[in-house]
């Protein structure tokens, strides 16, 4: 390998090296330049124009399977666990944490739809999604609205079930049918450019976010409308844009799940998500680290390499430290929570607050240790920088993600740790 990393885990399985090694190959020769040059790119339309270089990726990785990676080998998947899921999200976001996240969500409508394990529906949607090689089917998780960000996942708070506060995008009842209307906001992942979404919904208003739903939506029924991609600071390769929903029609069966057991998804979706996004910014703190270490030696001041200022090797270890905590929180959170029957959410926030904040700091030393370097475009911190920047907020403001993690402990305490 042409980088720095130590297998702590001495049962660490052989096959699990094999696909770190390939996905590092991806992540380097592929995501890396795609995610720069794609980052140069003023206007977001460019980025997801027909046969742009994020097309191109998407219809790589698709070859190489990855879009199937968390569904079974009976299903043509790749059938990773926890440890192969972490192994490979770090790897990919340590090329383009962007690039890596539209990757995964790709797939998250299709693999809740195999969840629900009805026949019909995988015939029509999943298969061909796990044979799509091309990129053709592209799935988004659209839960963010313009008046509801972190406050639509803070479960378990008194918030989360109050009735003036409930969702923009409503279902209702038609006979066999849901009728969707509202929209979803800029920040939906993969918004502009997916066939596909898993929308999270309001189907019962009175009960406040409590009273939500799940539906599979096709994304090419009428009434459904796009907004434009999102111009951002960080993570620019990300597509993220705005879905309209005006009087969308679907089958009851397209409503994965409503009220009754809403909750209990969303923990187990947030769950999944916080420890995604713990492994892939674990992922953006390593390349930092990297990028500085390597720096350190060819940077000349004061007659020898920087790396042989006691401070700057203050820093570097420092740094070093970091991405190891990282690493292990994020994979034993990832291990735990893709194969316990019930998650721990509070262990996936755990894990999320702490390797986003820990992927900024890393990020931030290393521009520093590259001075002047780190602020010019021409080296690679001062997008690993804005990236991680991004992180803070992403999927849940980390301040609003503590609030529900520490709510969650109090539960837990009063329960008797149960």
């Not at 109050?162 to 923009?168: E, K, L, N, T």
């Not at 111009?231 to 009851?252: C, S, T």
Request: glycine share 8%; charged share 20%; aromatic share 8%.
């Amino acid at each position: 390998m042409d980088y720095y990393y130590r297998e702590l885990d001495a049962h660490f399985p052989q096959e699990y090296e094999q696909l770190r090694q390939s996905a590092h190959r991806f992540a380097k020769d592929v995501l890396r330049p795609a995610a720069i040059e794609l980052d140069k790119i003023a206007n977001p339309d460019e980025v997801i124009a027909p046969r742009s270089r994020l097309r191109q990726v998407f219809e790589q990785a698709y070859q190489l399977g990855y879009h199937t990676a968390g569904f079974p080998p009976e299903m043509g998947g790749l059938g990773l666990d926890g440890l192969g899921l972490h192994i490979l999200l770090e790897e990919l976001s340590w090329g383009s944490v962007d690039l890596a996240l539209g990757i995964m969500v790709a797939s998250f409508p299709f693999a809740s739809l195999a969840s629900v394990q009805d026949p019909e529906m995988v015939e029509r949607f999943v298969k061909p999604f796990m044979n799509d090689r091309h990129a053709s089917m592209i799935g988004c998780w659209a839960i963010t609205e313009p008046q509801h960000g972190s406050d639509t996942i803070v479960v378990g708070t008194p918030e989360f079930r109050d009735a003036r506060v409930s969702g923009q995008l409503v279902a209702r009842r038609d006979g066999d049918d849901y009728i969707i209307t509202g929209q979803k906001s800029s920040w939906v992942s993969n918004g502009t450019i997916a066939t596909h979404a898993l929308a999270y919904l309001t189907v019962e208003p009175s009960k406040g976010m409590a009273g939500g739903g799940i539906a599979f939506v096709p994304l090419d029924l009428p009434g459904v409308s796009k907004g434009k991609p999102l111009n951002k600071l960080g993570q620019r390769a990300l597509n993220q844009g705005e879905i309209f929903f005006d009087e969308v029609r679907i089958p009851r069966r397209f409503m994965l799940m409503g009220p009754e057991v809403y909750e209990m998804a969303l923990t187990r979706t947030l769950a999944g998500a916080n420890s995604s996004m713990a492994a892939a910014f674990t992922g953006v703190a390593r390349a930092a680290f990297e990028e500085a270490l390597a720096y350190s030696r060819i940077r000349i001041q004061g007659g020898k390499p920087i790396c042989e200022h006691q401070l700057v090797q203050k820093h570097l270890f420092e740094m070093f430290t970091k991405v190891e905590a990282c690493r292990t929180l994020s994979r034993a959170a990832m291990i735990y929570n893709n194969s316990a029957p019930v998650p721990s959410l509070e262990h996936a926030i755990a894990a999320k607050t702490f390797c986003t904040q820990a992927s900024l700091e890393v990020a931030s030393d290393a521009l520093q240790i590259f001075g002047g370097n780190g602020l010019s475009k021409e080296y690679p911190l001062e997008k690993l920088f804005r990236d991680a920047r991004a992180s803070l907020i992403e999927d849940g403001t980390n301040d609003a993600l503590s609030l529900a993690g520490a709510r969650r402990l109090l539960e837990l305490g009063a329960a008797g740790g149960q």
